[in-house]
């Protein structure tokens, strides 16, 4: 195929690639919101694209489509656009809308945005210093300075991610983990949940009867009187009025109460989800996701024991899994298979699998996250700013998974990344995914033992302030 062909064929699956992030963008993320900036839909679509196109010519890369020499310029076009996005475009587009949100900045939005985009870059090139992932030789402009910085960066946001999806995916699928929940342990909190909040609305009747009674005997007091029925009254109110309740107690007793009534109501919800994932697990998908559980955990496990293992040697495989596979089969077993034929196809395949999985993954936590913090001042700083963890999630995600591409397939990656200390970020995310997955086995694990302690101290809440 010549040059312009494969050039159309690119550009045709750029805008496929650019068509799924806008309706993703609009149909998905912003489902619930309203985003009508045209250059946010720009900019995050065109992020998504460039990501996706850096996954498709690795898969060009085993399948062997287009022409080398093709293949390697669209690397390097798709590979310069994408640092250029990531390192200029979005930290000013997320600098200007910051500072949209600041009045006192409402006539200085440019300069403003400029400066904070230097102050961004200053520290962008400062987290470089620490790490050993240049040689001497690059020039400060090179290409391998800027992809080395972000490497750093995404690397760390993989591990991150990582470590938590490999503890929380067995912990969520397994009903090892479920709370053991009964219709009557739900009767039985929305029974209190029902009676607390009788208990406010009768407390907050009683403060506004009083409040009305203080009302008015200010008032009267202010108005002359006189007469024998006049001191009658005055003598006997203090006694029978409703106005000498204690107001600032009885305030804080409803405070009380309103927040057990909202941790009565989470737990009412948390125990009908559980009680739902109960009936769920016990269907034939449920079983199927309980078994993929307990793989998880066992893969969990050996990833754990494999970086500490690697750390604590200093050990980074020099072979790609496919080979090492290929190998164990022809030399150790005696199988005869053609391995360049099935090497090609395997590593279609494995990372046909990785790449699936990265980008299904990371939209559902984006997805999670815009959810969770999204408002309708920030959400143009938000997506910005998840356009670019994603830009620099998939340049490191090249990275990493070029040492699970036999070596006859990464030599153009290897080429346009330049001469990078690949090794370095192994080690890294081996790091960063062992604090990661620790830290999320301890937090899980608090939260796991707290859970069936809920009931008995809201119990103990509810009988104090029922003995009140």
């Known amino acids: 195929m010549s040059f312009a062909t494969d050039s159309l064929i690119m550009l045709t699956t750029q805008i496929l690639f650019f068509g799924f992030g806008w309706v993703f963008f609009l149909w998905q993320l912003f489902k619930d919101y309203e985003c009508h900036h045209r250059a946010v839909q720009l900019i995050f679509a ?28 669209h690397w390097k076009l798709n590979l310069y656009i994408m640092l250029f996005v990531v390192v200029f475009v979005l930290p000013f587009c997320i600098a200007y809308f910051v500072i949209s949100n600041v009045s006192m900045f409402a006539k200085y939005k440019i300069p403003a945005a400029c400066i904070i985009w230097l102050i961004f870059m200053y520290f962008f090139w400062k987290i470089g210093d620490p790490f050993p992932i240049l040689s001497a030789q690059h020039g400060i ?19 991150l991610l990582s470590g938590f999806g490999a503890v929380n995916c067995p912990y969520t699928y397994s009903s090892y983990f479920l709370r ?11 029974r209190k949940l029902m009676q607390t909040n009788e208990m406010v609305i009768s407390k907050k009747k009683r403060i506004a009867i009083a409040k009305y009674h203080n009302s008015s005997r200010n008032a009267n007091e202010n108005v002359p009187q006189s007469g024998i ?13 409703p106005g000498n309740e204690n107001v600032s107690l009885l305030q804080q007793e409803v405070i009380a109460h309103e927040e057990l009534s909202r941790q009565l109501f989470l737990e009412t919800v948390d ?108 959400s143009n700083v938000i997506v910005m700013g998840l356009a670019q963890i994603m830009g620099m999630y998939f340049v490191s995600s ?32 081996d790091v960063i995914f062992l604090i990661s997955a620790l830290s999320s086995i301890g937090f899980l694990y608090l939260a796991h033992k707290q859970a069936p302690e809920k009931h008995i101290v809201q119990d103990v809440k509810l009988s104090l302030s029922f003995n009140d």
């Open 271 to 378: 125990l009908h989800a559980t009680k739902e994932r109960i009936k769920y697990s016990k269907t034939f998908k449920g079983m199927y996701f309980n078994v993929l559980g307990y793989f998880f955990s066992l893969y969990c496990m050996w990833k754990i024991f494999m970086c500490i293992i690697n750390i604590i040697f200093n050990r980074v495989g020099k072979k790609d899994p496919i080979t090492k596979g290929f190998e164990i089969l022809v030399h150790y077993l005696g199988f005869d298979v053609d391995v360049s034929f099935w090497s090609q196809h395997v590593s279609f395949i494995l990372v046909g699998i990785m790449i699936v999985t990265s980008i299904r993954g990371l939209l559902i936590t984006l997805t999670k996250f815009f959810y969770a913090i999204s408002s309708s001042k920030s």
């Open 398 to 429: 090249v990275l990493l998974m070029r040492m699970n591409m036999p070596a006859s397939y990464r030599e153009i990656i290897t080429q346009v990344l330049g001469e990078l200390q690949f090794q370095f970020y192994h080690r890294w995310f």
């Open 229 to 241: 029925w006049a001191r009658i009254r005055n003598v006997a109110s203090p006694i029978s009025s």
């Open 46 to 73: 065109a992020t998504f694209a460039l990501s996706c196109t850096m996954f498709e010519l690795i898969i060009f890369e085993i399948l062997g489509v287009l022409n080398s020499s093709s293949r390697y310029f």
């Open 180 to 190: 053991q929940v009964t219709d009557s342990d739900i009767q039985l909190i929305e």
């Open 141 to 159: 402009l090179s290409i391998e300075q800027v992809i080395s910085r972000v490497g750093v960066i995404g690397v760390t946001v993989m591990a």
